[in-house]
Every structure is written in structure tokens, then in C-alpha cells.
């Protein structure tokens, strides 16, 4: 179905690198929905086909497994490249595989962008701000990012391909977008996630522990999908040059007890009790985003209650958890 399509009204030749993931996935049906031409390209380390069964059958939908470390030759007109596991657990599985995914995919993604004057999205991350020490964070802040640590492999590789970004735009012209995107939630994240709101959500059905890392008093600030989308589309679709890097984040914080603690009250059937584990190296003690900029550029902000959001992905986990386990 043809929603309505920005600009001027032309299908699009677009790529979705990481497009089988869970931003991927939402980004990609909202791109489809526009009457775009869609190629999702992802070779499935986190992502599943499972996220996109239901847009496989759409003429103006393709999906390519494909490793973005390598070359890739296509004719597009847009570059979202959102190729990256995000997870701690998952990108730190293979943190040389994850490093490479950052650097050398946005080399080549910014190999194609260039030879097919594409317009490029990428999305980076509020890890670029490491643990920080400016609260809450602004774009003009450095961060405070360890260079050898266990989460290096992704904060690292993600502020190299921010640095790659702004070098091929001042070398070569390229027409850049870079988005830091702050921890996002929603329906179609998957159970073995391994990130917190999954996990607390998918503990809580199954009745088990609820494994709360340190003693719960980081905090972060959770950002719903749909929301994180609007944010996305809004920077590419932006008339004018703003290239970013612009956060896009929910301003609300919330400590990770309390998360747990809510979550728990909205599972009333739940039996899981609260438990304590270490704290993982380098644990961020505070994150959140100061969204003036994205207020002002893309007249952006969120619109989903952290209730209303928390709601819909219990409501999904409730559906789609009997199946994983008949699946298994
Ligand atoms: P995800 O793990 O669900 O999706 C990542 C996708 O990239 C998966 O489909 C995976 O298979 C694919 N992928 C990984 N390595 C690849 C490679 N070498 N080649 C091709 N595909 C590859 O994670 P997500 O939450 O959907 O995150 C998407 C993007 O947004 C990532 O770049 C992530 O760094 C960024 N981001 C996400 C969050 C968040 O809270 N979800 C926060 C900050 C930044
Ligand atoms: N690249 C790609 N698709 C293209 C064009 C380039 O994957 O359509 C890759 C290719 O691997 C190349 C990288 O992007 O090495 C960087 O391209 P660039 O033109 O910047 O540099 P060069 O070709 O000189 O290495
Ligand atoms: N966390 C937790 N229990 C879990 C998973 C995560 O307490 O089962 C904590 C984690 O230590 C961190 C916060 O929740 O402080 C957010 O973790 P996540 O992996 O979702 O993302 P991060 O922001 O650390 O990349």
C-alpha cells in the first residue's frame, strides 16, 4: 500500500543495510508502506528473516544476505546503513567481526554512496559518549569513551565510522546524515536480545529471576521505535544539508531498578523476584539525551509514553514468546 512518499513524490531506490534487525525491520515496513523501492541487505548475525516474513512478498521489497565487510555493487538513491549488532552480549561475541562491521562497512557503504551520489544515513549511537561526564549529553560533547575495554569494539568502531562519515563529506562532497540514536524499544526486538527491556519483559512472562546488573542505579532513557523512525526519516528526508550528528532519544531517565520494578507491577501475574549480578565492565553510570537540536533542525521529539510504549511490548512478547519456544 502506497502511504504517501516525501520529497518529490518519486520512488526511491533505497538500501537498508542491517535491515532484518529490529530497527532494520521497522525502518524497512515503513520505507515499503511509502511505495519506495526497498533492498534490505543484512546477513543475519542478529537479525532474522522471521522480522521481515511479512514484506518478502512485496514487489517493491528484496532481501540480500550480504556481509557489509565486503563490496557492494547496487544502484541506489538512498544509504541507510544500520548494519551493526547492538547488543553488549552480541557485539562482544566477535569484537574484531564487530569492529570491522563498523569501519570497514561504512567504507564501502560510503564507497557505493559515492559512486552512486546516494544520500547516506548512518546510525551511530549514544555510546560515542562512552561513560559521560556531561549530563545530559549535547552533540558538542567529546565524550569520555574507554579505547580498550571490552565495549571499545563497538564504541570505537562507531565513532571511526562517524569520523569516515564527516571526512567523505569534506573530501569527497558526499551528502551525510549521521544520527545517535539512544537506547530504542519496542515489538520485534528479540527474546535472546540480551538488552535490558527484553530481557526484564521476557523474564517476567517466563517467571524467572530478573537479572538487575550492578545495584540498579545506572540509569538510561528508553526510546520507542515508532518514535526513533520519525527521527530517522525526518534527518534523511531534511531539505536542507544538516548533515548532524543530531541525537535522537527520549529525554525521560529511569534507573535500571526502577525499569524492573515497572515492569514487574505491569506483569501482575509474574512470580519473578529481583536479583543482583555484577556489574559489567564499563557499564555506563548515566545516559541521556539532550534533544534541543533535534527539536530545533527536524522539529522532531517523542511522542510515545513510556507506558503506552512498555504496553505494546509486553503485548508483543505475550504473543510471539509461545512461539519461540514451539520453534526451538
Ligand atoms: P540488531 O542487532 O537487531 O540489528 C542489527 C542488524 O545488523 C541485524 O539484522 C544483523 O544481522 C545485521 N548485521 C550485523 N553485522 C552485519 C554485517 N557485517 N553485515 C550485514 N548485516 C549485519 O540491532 P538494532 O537495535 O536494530 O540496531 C540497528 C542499528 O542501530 C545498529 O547500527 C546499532 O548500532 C544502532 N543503534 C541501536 C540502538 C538501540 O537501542 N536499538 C541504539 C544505538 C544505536
Ligand atoms: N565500494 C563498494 N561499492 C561501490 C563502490 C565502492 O562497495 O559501488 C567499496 C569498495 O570496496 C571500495 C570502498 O567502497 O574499496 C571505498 O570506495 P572509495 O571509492 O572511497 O575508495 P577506493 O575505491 O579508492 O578504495
Ligand atoms: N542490564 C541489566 N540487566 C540485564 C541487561 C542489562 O541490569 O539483564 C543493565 C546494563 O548493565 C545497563 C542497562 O541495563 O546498565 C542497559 O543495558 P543494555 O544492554 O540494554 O544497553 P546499554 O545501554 O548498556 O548498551
Redesign the pocket.
Known amino acids: 500500500m502506497i502511504v504517501d512518499l516525501p520529497g518529490n513524490n518519486r520512488p526511491l531506490r533505497i538500501l537498508v543495510t542491517g535491515g532484518a534487525g529490529f530497527i532494520g525491520s521497522h525502518l524497512c515496513r515503513r520505507l515499503v508502506a511509502q511505495g519506495h523501492d526497498v533492498l534490505c541487505a543484512d546477513n543475519l548475525f542478529t537479525g532474522n528473516k522471521r522480522n521481515i516474513l511479512d514484506l518478502l512478498d512485496c514487489r517493491n521489497f528484496e532481501f540480500m544476505r550480504h556481509d557489509v565487510t565486503f563490496p557492494l555493487y547496487v544502484e541506489v538513491d538512498r544509504i541507510y546503513n544500520l548494519a551493526c549488532p547492538?547488543?553488549?552480549?552480541h557485539y562482544q561475541f566477535d569484537p574484531v567481526q564487530t569492529t570491522k562491521t563498523s569501519v570497514h562497512g561504512a567504507i564501502n557503504m560510503l564507497g557505493l554512496a559515492k559512486r552512486t551520489k546516494a544520500r547516506i544515513l548512518q546510525a551511530s549511537t549514544?555510546?560515542v559518549y562512552g561513560d559521560p561526564q556531561m549530563h545530559p549529553q549535547r552533540e558538542d560533547y567529546w565524550g569520555n569513551a574507554n579505547p580498550i575495554g571490552p565495549?571499545s569494539c563497538y564504541d570505537e568502531g562507531k565513532r571511526c565510522a562517524e569520523t569516515l562519515f564527516f571526512d567523505y563529506h569534506r573530501q569527497h562532497k558526499l551528502d551525510i546524515r549521521v544520527i545517535r540514536i539512544f537506547?530504542t524499544y519496542g515489538p520485534g526486538m528479540s527474546p535472546n536480545d540480551?538488552?535490558?527491556?527484553s530481557?526484564?519483559i521476557v523474564?517476567a512472562l517466563r517467571n524467572e529471576d530478573?537479572?538487575?546488573?550492578?545495584r540498579?542505579s545506572?540509569t538510561?532513557s528508553f526510546l520507542y521505535v515508532d518514535d526513533l523512525i520519525d527521527g530517522i526519516l525526518s534527518l534523511m528526508e531534511q531539505a536542507s544539508d544538516f548533515a548532524g550528528p543530531v541525537n535522537i532519544g527520549n529525554p525521560e531517565e529511569i534507573s535500571?531498578r526502577e525499569?524492573?520494578e515497572t515492569i514487574l507491577a505491569m506483569i501482575p501475574e509474574s512470580r519473578s523476584k529481583l536479583i543482583f549480578?555484577p556489574?559489567?565492565t564499563d557499564?555506563?553510570a548515566r545516559?541521556c539525551p539532550d534533544i534541543t537540536l533535534a527539536r530545533a533542525s527536524l522539529n522532531w521529539e517523542p511522542h510515545t509514553s513510556f507506558a503506552e510504549g512498555l504496553t505494546r511490548t509486553i503485548g508483543h512478547f505475550r504473543q510471539t514468546l509461545p512461539m519461540e519456544c514451539a520453534n526451538r
Do not use: C, H, M
Not at 194 to 197: K, Q
Open positions: 547492538a547488543s553488549p552480549v549514544s555510546e565495549r537506547n540480551g538488552r535490558v527491556i530481557n526484564f523474564q530478573i537479572t538487575i546488573f550492578g540498579g545506572q538510561r535500571i525499569l524492573a549480578k556489574l559489567p557499564d555506563p545516559r
